[in-house]
C-alpha cells in the first residue's frame, strides 16, 4: 500500500454476536455526524465503552426509520377530566400506530406524514380539521402545510373553510399545481374542483370547542378590548389558545417530510395566519439535515422562522438535532410559547417544548413507542 492509496483496516467485534466487521476508509474521510456515541476502532481497549454490568456495548446501528407527532403545546392540562385526557392518548397512540404500520410497509416519508397528520385532523380531540377552534367570528379556519425533504417540494393552504383534510388540500397543491401556498376561498375551490371531500362548517365545530369559545368571548367582553392586540403574544395566557397537530419522519429510504395542521389560535382575528401553513417557520424537511413541524405561537414562529433555522444551525453550525431544536426552543423562544417534534437523517428524534406539556409520540424501528401528555402514558 502507497501513502496515497492506504487505506485503515478497521475491524470491530460485536459483543454477543461472533461477527466481525472489516470496513476500509480513507484517513481523510471526515466523521459522520451520526449524534450517537460511536466506538472509536483505534482507541485502546481500555477506552471500550462498557454498559455497568461489564459487557461491551453493541455498536449502535442506525434505525430503519423514526416518527414522531404532535397534537399541540398548549390547553388547560390541569382542567381535563380523565376523560378528556383519556381520547387524547387514544388518539396519539391510534395515530402513531398508523405512522408505524405504514413505515414498516416502505411507505415514502412523505405519505405517512400526510396519513398521521389526516388520522389526527379528523380526531375531534385535537385543533385540526374536525374539533377546530374558533376563531374571533365564531368560524373553523384552517391552515396545514407539508414538506418532502427528498427535493424540498412542499405545499400549503392558509384559511379554509370548507375541505374536510386541510393537509389533502396542502399535498395537492404540492402535486397538482406549480405553486405552494394557495389561501381563502380560491383554495377551498381547488379543493372543490380536485373532488377533495367538503364539509359545513358544523362539521369541524365540536361542543367542547363551541364552549371554549364563549368563555373566550366572555372574557373578551370582561376586558372590552376594543384594540387589534391581543393576549397571544404575552403572558401564561396564551397557553389556553394553543394547539396544532404535526408529524416528521425518516423513512426506510432515509428521506425525511413533515406536516402541519391546524385551526389557529382560538379567538384568532378572522383572517389571521400562523406559522403552520408558513415553510420555515411551522414546517420543515431537508434530507440533508432534518424534519420539523412546530406548535406555539404561531407569530413568534414565523419573526424567528423556527423551523428553517433549526435545519440552518444543523447546516451550517454542524450542531446536533438536539442542540438546535434545543437553542430554538429554550434560547430562541420564551417560556411558554410552545414546542416542536424533530427527526434528523439519522433517525434521531427530539421532542422539545417550554410549554408546561406537549401530546406527543415518538416511535422507531427499534421498538421505541411512546405517546404522553405531561408525562409518557403507560
Ligand atoms: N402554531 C399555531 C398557530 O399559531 C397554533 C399552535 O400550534 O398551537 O396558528
Known sequence: MTCRTAFIVVWFWLANSNLYVVVLAKPTDPPVATGKTL??????PSMTPQIPD?????????PTWSIAIHGGAGGDIDRWTAVQKQNRIHGLKAALQRGKDLLEKSMPAVDV????????????NFNAGRGAVL????????????????DLSCG??????????????ARAVRDKTPHVFLCGEPADVFAKEIGLPQEPQEYFKTPEQIESWKAWQQKQAARNSTTTKSDHDTGKDRLFYLGTVGCVVRDQQGNLAAATSTGGLL???????????????????KNATCAISCTGVGELYIRNHIASAVSSRMEYLNESLEKATGF?????????????????????IELQYNTPMMARGQARSDGLFQVGLKEWAD
Request: glycine share 12%.
Open 267 to 285: 379567538g384568532k382575528r378572522y383572517g389571521r395566519v400562523g406559522d403552520s401553513p408558513v415553510i420555515g417557520a411551522g414546517t420543515y424537511a
Open 54 to 62: 461489564g459487557k461491551l456495548t453493541q455498536a449502535p446501528s442506525k
Open 39 to 44: 466506538t472509536n476502532p483505534l482507541a485502546k
Open 113 to 124: 406524514v400526510q396519513a398521521v397528520v389526516q388520522i389526527l385532523e379528523d380526531d375531534p
Open 156 to 169: 400549503a393552504v392558509a384559511n379554509v373553510m370548507t375541505v374536510r383534510n386541510p393537509i389533502q388540500l
Open 135 to 150: 376563531n374571533s367570528v365564531g368560524d373553523v379556519s384552517l391552515d396545514a402545510s407539508i414538506m418532502d425533504g427528498s
Open 328 to 348: 430554538a426552543i429554550h434560547k430562541t423562544l420564551p417560556e411558554d410559547s410552545g414546542g416542536l417534534i424533530a427527526v434528523d437523517r439519522d433517525g434521531n
